[in-house]
């Protein structure tokens, strides 16, 4: 964000060698190294430990991670590549405390999810609990059916957490009297991660406070011995309107009309630095940046994007998209998503839809030919970036290496830090990366045109109802089946 240093920087490179050397995937593969991608993570993990802990939208970790690529894009690369920052603004929320007291006064330890509402202060909301039904198939309480016949007025509802948007249990809950909602995580312990809200439903919800299992099974247990359990909830927090940006950096070499994009999200949750989530997509496309950029004679241009806001709802990439005219989106030609893609347990999961053409196998053909097994997954979880393009019918692809136990025990965490990475699958995953983008970088075979079936989702002020958009999307392949529930960035549920 420092664009004045431009003119100055000029002047001293003006002499500087111009690269002439033709682009090759070989060579990009060949540049990509362990240590560097180390070390941006390092920079990004060290970022975060003199901002609060964080890189998240709103929060000073943020700027600062703006900082560092846009230091790079443009500060080192600016005689190869042009830089420009998007600003958008969005709603920004934090828990200033959480806290539920149990039965006979003691705390319980409890979580609160992003654009979690703020009780009544400073007393919070003291009431009796409501037991309700279980549905581990398709989710407890976020279908209207499944409230028919309760009457949570005047109570904290005890609802089971899973499967489901925790946002629609807590809508369907308020619709029904209760005054908030403890929810009772599905699994054992205390190692659970964030889910989000999501702002588009600021104004809908109720409180709630997420428990552990043990607790919840414990409150059941007596609630069903017919004794009157009541508990204490408290919230506080602030909500307003705060600016962040996608950075965007492109090659000045190629056909501004042929682009081919790569996106990783550069915010992390409150909760932590988000060194593999998504540092590690970070990382990757600064190093093939830092590589590509010392290449001239591809015919098609390379556009990196480092978007804002994803742990918010996809904001920043659903900013762009939105803001892209059909022209503009005719000339993107491909995109990848990569985000997660270093889980410390790795799987290496490529994921696609009907039109993403050559682009996984080009993925694919890579890593199998380092000895790793690839699964495939799609897009229906409707969890990264790529929801925009997808919605556009640009063709995408994207690698990941799966959130939450096993693969990433440290999503949405404090410790998904410098430790939380696997650097073989790091390293792999970005040079399979590399090689894909080189190869359409110099030839568009096997590339489908852009889908037209899909909706036109463009205009100046459509964010919101892309949000609904593609919640049905995900919704909907639900129901086809479609997806491996263990494997993705379950971040609303
Ligand atoms: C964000 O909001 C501020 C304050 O209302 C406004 O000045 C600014 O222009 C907005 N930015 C964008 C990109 O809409």
């Given at each position: 964000m420092k664009f004045t240093q431009k003119v100055a920087a000029a002047a001293l490179f003006a002499s500087g060698a111009i690269a002439t050397d033709p682009l090759t995937a070989d060579k990009v593969e060949a540049d990509i190294k362990t240590d560097e991608l180390q070390r941006v993570l390092w920079n990004l993990n060290h970022i975060a430990d003199r901002n609060g802990g964080n890189r998240a939208f709103g929060e000073p970790g943020y700027k600062a991670s703006v900082d560092f690529v846009v230091e790079r894009a443009?500060?080192?690369?600016w005689p190869e590549m042009d830089t420009w920052v998007q600003p958008f603004n969005h709603t920004y929320d934090k828990t200033l405390e959480i806290s539920v007291t149990g039965p006979e006064g003691e705390d319980v330890f409890v979580i609160s999810p992003q654009y979690n509402p703020a009780t009544?202060?400073?007393?919070?909301i003291t009431a009796s609990l409501i037991n309700t039904p279980v549905d581990d198939a398709t989710g407890?309480?976020?279908?209207?059916e499944q409230w028919e016949g309760i009457d949570a007025t005047g109570k904290l509802a005890l609802v089971k957490r899973g499967i489901c948007g925790v946002a629609e249990k807590l809508k369907l809950a308020r619709a029904h009297g209760a005054l908030g909602v403890i929810l009772y995580n599905?699994?054992?312990?205390?190692?659970y991660a964030t889910p989000t809200l999501q702002a588009e439903n600021i104004g809908q919800l109720i409180p709630v406070g997420i428990i552990p299992l043990e607790v919840g099974t414990a409150w059941i247990a007596r609630l069903n011995a017919g004794e009157d359990v009541v508990v204490k909830l408290l919230v506080d927090a602030v909500s307003d309107t705060r600016e962040t940006w996608n950075v965007i950096s492109e090659t000045?070499?190629?056909?501004?009309n042929n682009v081919i994009m790569l996106g990783a999200h550069l915010d992390s949750v409150?909760?932590?630095?988000g060194v593999n989530d998504d540092g590690s997509g970070t990382a990757a496309l600064l190093e093939i940046m830092g590589s590509v950029k010392n290449y001239k004679g591809f015919p098609h241009k390379i556009r990196f994007a480092w978007w804002g806001a994803e742990e918010s709802g996809l904001v920043g990439s659903l900013y762009y998209t939105s803001q892209l005219s059909e022209a503009e989106a005719n000339k993107i030609k491909y995109y990848f998503n990569y985000d997660m893609?270093?889980?410390?347990?790795?799987i290496f999961e490529i994921e696609s839809y009907?039109?993403?053409?050559?682009g996984p196998q080009l993925l694919e053909d890579y890593l199998v030919s380092k000895g790793k097994t690839v699964e495939h997954g799609g897009f229906?979880?409707?969890?990264?970036?790529y929801v925009g393009f997808v919605e556009l019918g640009i063709p995408t692809a994207a690698l990941f290496t799966g959130?939450?136990?096993?693969?990433?025990?440290?999503?949405?965490?404090?410790?998904?830090?410098?430790?939380?990475?696997?650097y073989d699958a790091l390293t792999v995953n970005t040079k399979a990366a590399a090689r894909a983008l080189v190869t359409l970088a110099h030839s568009l075979e096997g590339v489908p045109t852009?889908?037209?079936?899909?909706?036109?989702?463009?205009?100046?002020?459509?964010i919101a109802s892309q949000f609904k958009r593609w919640k049905r999307l995900a919704e909907e392949s639900h129901g086809h089946g479609k997806m491996c529930s263990h494997k993705e960035k379950k971040s609303t549920v």
């Open positions: 443009q500060g080192r690369f009544p202060l400073p007393g919070g407890s309480m976020c279908l209207p599905q699994d054992p312990g205390t190692n000045k070499e190629g056909d501004p409150q909760q932590g630095p893609i270093g889980s410390i347990n790795p009907e039109n993403s053409g050559i229906g979880d409707g969890n990264s970036d959130a939450g136990e096993p693969w990433d025990p440290c999503y949405h965490q404090e410790c998904d830090t410098i430790d939380n990475i696997d852009r889908a037209t079936t899909t909706p036109n989702l463009r205009g100046r002020s459509k």
